[in-house]
């Protein structure tokens, strides 16, 4: 299943690792958090050498939605809330910010890469109280946002809320065009890390920093991420012969749906569930893809389906990224992690901020996403249920894993794997690595495949 942005774009291919390094920053993950710091460091002066354990753009980047925006679903009410005005503010800032420097690079360097700025819209069926709420707190923190009630969409709504001047734009063609101005190292698994110490199949690299980019951090103790996070499916169908929005759309209800439009396409997402967990449908199936079909047909019947994928987003306990140092143990470690279903604004923001930290410069923004920020209420109760998760598949570890050659205990961390018959792959529904069918890797944060039964010699 290849995504509209792999099936149009190609990104040459790099040199492994030669051998032992030493360099200032080790950055791991080639996807667009780890390309962008790299940049942004290189123009500070500061050699960074990125490592892919696969190709570059091979992770989450591919299989995103593509929407460069500040509009976060129901976020800037909360945020105001929970963390005052002026970190709230904060976070609107970054995001904004973010935006236009994507515009900036790819003006400057000329990447067609289908940029262009159109308005984001939050909308429901049902009411209009949260989507007003949400237009205010927004414009209070700067922000060009409105309630509103005429929109693109086929189906009648009770409102929205309009973000000005965001973005979409092809994530691929832009990453291809950025990498070319940095150091990339492909097929380079990082194995390890101790201190200053990266350890790769290749060879070791000495360096003085190292960020975690690679969407799931890997190593459990410091930080401890795999309990403060879980990860995410949600699904998109590219569909021809649709009405396709100027806008970008997004339901807050609980079928709501994401369309974007992508040349002549129209991308239809939605039917997110925590990874490992597969509920089903008032129809008794749980493909997610069938519904998003049926949709597509009740609004525009007749269209035709082109290609479809699926992305797996990280999660945090309350809902915002984790960019910083990694931990208090480790201050010349840094990630960026967590991104929920906004990796492109969240990418370009982490680069920003992981290259003050390093820089040693003053960043105002880095507040509001500190892996060290204040715990808070939400994050307790989402706690509490991903701890259940987590309780439920290490206790069914210890059941009898049942027949074939699969071992379906996740070598990350022991949970009992869970088939995932709409995509064939064994997920883990306590910290969402996935494996296919014979037991290989998909998605971390396992680094290994699973175990496999050994073949009985015939008697």
């Not at 490992?276 to 019947?301: E, F, I």
């Not at 910083?324 to 992690?337: E, K, L, Q």
């Not at 109760?381 to 996740?410: D, M, Q, S, W």
Request: hydrophobic letters at 35%.
């Amino acid at each position: 299943m290849e995504s509209v942005w792999m099936k149009s774009s190609e990104i040459g291919k790099r040199d492994m690792l030669p051998g032992d390094m030493a360099a200032p920053v080790v950055i791991i993950g080639a996807g667009l958090a780890g390309i962008l710091t790299a940049y942004y460091l290189k123009q500070e002066g500061i050699r960074a050498v990125v490592f892919e354990a696969d190709r570059i753009g091979s992770g989450q980047t591919r299989n995103t939605t593509a929407k460069i925006t500040s509009q976060h679903n129901l976020i800037y009410s909360r945020l105001i809330q929970t963390f005052g005005s002026r970190m709230a503010a904060h976070y609107a800032e970054a995001n904004e910010a973010a935006i236009g420097e994507y515009e900036r690079l790819v003006r400057e360097k000329g990447i067609d890469c289908g940029f262009v700025r159109c308005p984001a819209y939050l909308y429901s069926n049902v009411g209009t109280a949260l989507l007003r709420q949400e237009a205010e707190a927004a414009a209070s923190l700067g922000i060009r946002a409105s309630f509103e009630t005429a929109c693109e969409l086929p189906f009648p709504v009770a409102g929205v809320t309009m973000f000005a001047r965001q973005a979409r734009f092809h994530p691929l063609k832009f990453l291809a065009k950025m990498a070319e101005e940095v150091e990339v190292y492909e097929q380079t698994k990082v194995l390890k890390v101790e201190d200053g110490k990266v350890e790769t199949a290749r060879g070791t690299v000495t360096a003085e920093h190292v960020v975690f980019a690679s969407h799931y951090p890997f190593i459990n103790v410091p930080g401890y991420y795999f309990a403060r996070m879980y990860q995410a499916r949600s699904y998109v169908v590219a569909f021809k012969g649709a009405a396709r929005p100027e806008g970008m759309y997004l339901g807050i209800d609980g079928d709501g749906l994401s369309f974007r439009s992508c040349g002549d396409l129209l991308l239809l997402g939605g039917g997110s569930h925590r990874t490992g967990v597969h509920p089903t449908d008032k129809a008794g199936t749980g493909c997610r893809y069938d519904m998003l079909r049926n949709r597509a047909q009740d609004m525009y019947s007749g269209c035709s389906e082109v290609c479809q994928w699926s992305a797996q987003d990280c999660m945090t306990l309350d809902g915002l990224p984790y960019i910083g140092r990694f931990s208090r143990r480790r201050p010349n470690w840094y990630v960026a992690t967590g991104f929920g279903k906004w990796g492109m604004t969240s990418s370009m923001v982490s680069a920003r901020i992981l290259t003050a930290l390093i820089t040693e410069r003053n960043c105002q923004e880095a507040d509001i996403f500190s892996p060290d920020r204040r715990f808070t209420a939400r994050a307790a109760k989402e706690l509490a249920v991903h701890g259940a998760y987590t309780v439920k598949g290490l206790a069914k570890h210890f059941l009898p894993a049942g027949k074939g050659r699969v071992i379906k205990n996740c070598p990350h961390m022991g949970c009992r794997l869970e088939w995932n018959p709409a995509e064939e792959s064994y997920d883990c529904p306590c910290h969402g690595s996935r494996f296919d069918g014979e037991g290989r890797l998909i998605d971390g944060p396992a680094q290994t495949d699973c175990k496999r039964r050994e073949k009985r010699a015939k008697e």
